[in-house]
């Protein structure tokens, strides 16, 4: 019985949208349609430089010993690593 109820509510409530969905006939005196032009300017091609490589300088592998972090969890361990500097 809950569930024809609830079926029923919801018709009710979807009924007033789908009426006013419905398309109604409207005269061509209502509708006024305007051309839009856009000028834009001249379509110019973008010169674009080609790249050159660029010599990194190569870094050194550098030992980070093991160290104790505080996160909002707790303490936690880091283990050492090597990085790159």
């Known amino acids: 019985m809950m569930k024809i109820k609830r079926i029923v509510a ?10 006013v969905s419905v398309p109604t006939e409207v005269s061509a ?6 051309r839009r032009v856009y000028k ?3 379509k ?8 050159t490589r660029v010599v990194v300088p190569t870094r050194r592998r550098v030992w ?10 707790g303490r936690r361990r ?8």
């Open 40 to 42: 834009s300017p001249a």
């Open 10 to 19: 919801g018709v009710m409530l979807a009924l007033p949208f789908a009426v």
């Open 44 to 51: 110019t091609r973008v010169v674009v430089p080609a790249r």
């Open 29 to 34: 005196s209502e509708i006024i349609a305007r």
């Open 64 to 73: 980070v010993p093991a160290r104790r972090l505080n996160t909002r969890y």
């Open 78 to 85: 880091v283990p050492g690593r090597y990085i790159y500097r």
